[in-house]
């Protein structure tokens, strides 16, 4: 595979937990996903194993794609000529560090029981709610601006050409 589809389908997993890019990955829709999902669980395997480290205290310190050797091969092509068909391969490494748990670490729930909904009478809300002091008081109001032009339509992943 190209490194430039892995290194797109890669993106955004550096500085996170182990279980929390398993997740994304097996929920990706690139191909390159599989493959660096297999990747992450060998390396979490011999990090655990040779290390004697501890699963769940571990992230993706760092994770980058390399070009490996292209395999060129020749498709014949109008007039008796050539074109070259380039087999592209990649190095992918996954550097994983430990980070113990803290104030600093999100804790991982997969199904969070839902928080219990504060049953408030109206007339009880009224009464707690106080005006601030001053003589020019108004509520604060958002304005949101619409988007213009088209949003993110049309925006180009990879540009060959300079613009």
Same mark, same amino acid.
């Given at each position: ?10 993106? +955004?997993?550096?500085?996170?937990? @182990?279980?929390?890019?398993? #997740? ?23 990090? @655990? ?6 699963? #769940? ?9 390399? +070009? ?17 068909? /380039? ?14 748990? +803290?104030? +600093? ?11 219990? @909904?504060? /049953? @408030? ?11 601030? #002091? ?10 949101? /601006? ?18």
């Amino acid at each position: 595979m190209s490194p430039r589809k892995v290194r797109a389908a890669s993106g +955004g997993l550096r500085n996170k937990w @182990v279980f929390e890019a398993e #997740e994304i990955l097996t929920h990706r829709t690139r191909r390159a996903s599989a493959p660096l999902l297999k990747l992450l669980g060998s390396a979490t395997a011999n990090a @655990v194993k040779n290390k004697k480290l501890n699963k #769940e205290d571990l992230f993706i310190s760092d994770i980058f794609v390399d +070009g490996g050797p292209i395999f060129s091969k020749y498709m014949p092509r109008a007039r008796g000529s050539a074109a070259e068909i /380039q087999k592209k391969t990649s190095h992918v490494t996954i550097i994983l560090g430990e980070r113990k748990a +803290g104030p +600093g670490r999100k804790s991982f729930v997969p199904f969070s029981p839902k928080e219990e @909904v504060k /049953q @408030v009478d109206a007339a009880e809300e009224k009464s707690s709610h106080k005006k601030p #002091e001053g003589k020019n008081y108004a509520p604060k109001v958002e304005k949101v /601006q619409p988007k213009k032009g088209f949003g993110n339509f049309g925006k180009r992943i990879f540009s060959r050409k300079a613009i």
